[in-house]
């Protein structure tokens, strides 16, 4: 559908024209007076000079112009030479009608979908999930949702870390604990048994064991960095080992990614890009890409426009190792040669992101990825606890994940079961439900690349700027509608009102950006524009729900057109919810 804003655009546009004026100067902005009107153009000031006029006799031209416009109720010309311009209420009602009936609710879809991988989730292996996890799932699987709402075809791939240092320092301490498995046994013909030789708590247990014991003894750690090599070099029995570890592991993230709504569509790791790291790396010394450099095989990447230096992209140790840029690069062939993406976007730490602009200029100047493919670093900032430092548990530790999402779950039931009777299986599943969506909403209002303060009793707060106040108030709404079809009543085929109250106009205006603001999410990979919006939009109709008796209005047309109104936010919300990777429940 076209934007509201287009509407306006070519309307004032055709009105500079028809005035004598150019149609550049036409351009209109969100008004900076709210009270007095929606929108307002500043053109008449900036024309002022070429046409050798004063702004107000500009703007009076043009305001003549508009007169009998469909979009406008209301244009007046202003000192100095403002045009302030107020939306007829019918135009609005009847945009919004259209709205209703179109499936994407008047999303402009993209007619020319690309191809996008995203990357993210990325956790390692066998070391179990943690709060620093947290934001790459939440924050990646936003930007698919989103991607794909305007229609795009999206791959999201975890990138697992599942190919470094934590399989040997495992096997190590695994070959310690029960040197008589046989997977250490070099002369062992047999079968290797096809049960795993650990759970997936003995194995959180084992790898932070032996992360500690490498660290405080070289010899132990020697040992680790040769189980390592052996590994990556097509050793029997430890290949045994690592398929045990990734299957142990992969069922534990399955599920763990599961609760929190995360899902992938590929579940590859550093591990698959390993068979195209020789070709590669044969490529691009051949062609003059990669020098050695004190023994190491590397890639410069410095460019001249630089105004710090970025050194060169590792990779190959002096060892003959690889390194995490090796994998990044030989992960990119892979893509392409599979998905032929035309945008690869890496939802990773921030800190991280000296490395990809390395990786990318590499992968850019040898042509593993085409010119046109646009490689997109989407760093995220730190979660912090409320003293301002990394987020850790009361005891100082590092948090892990499903405690995190427990202690959420926790303090929702409280507020759930406060003061009222509820079912304890219902108050259960809404604890969970709106648990969600505190951590999700509490982590995606802030601007990705920020660092934030996770405030537990912030975010589970039904008021203010929360995931939870968002669903209180779809849940209203819900709870309102339900009552109007308890009376008998249809809830198709409504039509908004075409005069309409202050806050019921507002929230009318509210509505009618969602494309606009869908597409601006999508164009700038920013979830908290979503946010932004459908906390305005939860607090316009909130206004108005104080303001008007909706089911006891006795002008039975009139309450129509508020039920209309309310199907159409309900919608509206569901929507963006749903990109932003959570749901409401029905009652709460
Ligand atoms: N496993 C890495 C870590 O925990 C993140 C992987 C990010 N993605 C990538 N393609 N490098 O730091």
């Known amino acids: 559908m076209k934007r509201i804003s287009d509407f306006i655009a070519e309307e004032l546009a055709a009105a500079f024209e028809a005035a004598g004026y150019d ?10 007076r709210p009270d007095l009107c929606e929108y307002q153009c500043n053109g008449a000031m900036a024309g002022a000079k070429a046409y050798h006029k004063a702004p107000i006799m500009i703007a009076q031209d043009v305001v003549a112009k508009l007169e009998g416009s469909g979009c406008f109720c209301d244009v007046q010309a202003v000192n100095p030479g403002f045009i302030n311009l107020k939306l007829d209420e019918r135009f609005v009602a009847d945009y919004l009608d259209e709205m209703e009936t179109d499936e994407d609710l008047g999303l402009n879809k993209t007619d020319n979908p690309k191809m996008i991988v995203i990357d993210y989730g990325g956790p390692n292996v066998a070391k179990p999930l943690h709060v620093g996890h947290l934001r790459s799932a939440i924050i990646g699987e936003s930007v698919k949702r989103i991607a794909r709402k305007m229609g795009h075809n999206v791959l999201g791939d975890i990138h697992l870390g599942d190919w470094g240092y934590q399989m040997g320092l495992i096997i190590t301490e695994l070959k310690e604990r029960k040197p008589e498995l046989p997977y250490f046994d070099e002369n062992f013909k047999g079968e290797y048994p ?42 029997k029995g430890y290949t045994a080992i690592w398929n045990h570890i990734m299957h142990v592991s992969v069922n534990d993230l399955k599920k763990n990614y599961a609760n929190l709504n995360v899902d992938f569509d590929l579940w590859k790791g550093e591990s698959d890009a390993q068979a195209y790291i020789p070709d590669m790396i044969e490529r691009l010394k051949k062609e003059g890409f990669a020098h050695v450099d004190d ?5 410069d990447v410095q460019e001249e426009s630089d105004t710090k230096e970025i050194p060169p992209c590792m990779i190959q140790k002096s060892d003959g190792a690889s390194l995490y840029g090796t994998t990044d690069l030989a992960t ?9 993406p035309d945008k690869v976007i890496y939802v990773v730490d921030k800190r991280q992101e000296l490395h990809f602009v390395q990786v990318f200029r590499a992968a850019k100047k040898t042509g ?10 989407l760093g995220f900032g730190t979660m912090n606890g409320k003293d301002g430092k990394p987020f850790k548990t009361r005891e100082g530790g590092v948090m892990r994940l499903e405690n995190l999402i427990a202690e959420i779950q926790e303090e929702m039931y409280k507020k759930i079961t406060d003061n009222r009777t509820v079912e304890e299986e219902e108050a259960k599943n809404t ?21 934030y303060v996770f405030d537990v009793d912030r975010f589970t707060s039904f008021e203010g700027n929360t995931g939870p106040y968002i669903l209180y108030t779809i849940v209203r709404i819900k709870s309102i509608l339900n009552k109007y079809q308890e009376e008998g009543k249809a809830v198709t085929g409504l039509k908004v009102n075409q005069q309409s109250g202050e806050s019921e106009k507002a929230l009318m205006l509210a509505l ?11 164009e700038e990979l920013a979830p908290h524009k979503i946010c932004a919006y459908i906390y305005d939009l939860a607090n316009a109709f909130n206004h108005f729900y104080h303001e008007t008796k909706i089911l006891a209005e006795e002008n039975e047309a009139k309450k129509q057109g508020y039920i209309a109104l309310l199907i159409l936010t309900k919608k509206v919300l569901e929507s963006c919810i749903d990109v932003l990777g959570f749901e409401a429940p029905e009652r709460m």
């Open 295 to 299: 023994g190491a095989l590397v890639i």
């Open 368 to 377: 593993i990825v085409p010119s046109e493919t646009e490689l997109k670093f």
């Open 23 to 32: 149609r550049s100067y036409a351009k209109v902005t969100l008004s900076n």
């Open 332 to 340: 990119l062939v892979q893509r392409v040669k599979d998905y032929h």
């Open 431 to 451: 604890a969970k439900t709106v648990g969600m969506a505190a951590i999700k909403y509490g982590d995606l209002s802030n601007q990705a690349s920020k660092d």
């Open 512 to 522: 009618v950006k969602y494309n606009e603001m869908m597409e601006n999410a999508y």
């Open 194 to 235: 096809a049960e795993a030789p650990f759970t997936i708590s003995e194995l959180e247990e084992i790898y932070p064991t032996a992360s500690g014991k490498a660290k405080e003894d070289e010899e132990y750690r020697e040992c680790a960095l040769h189980a390592t090599y052996l590994l990556q070099n097509g050793h």
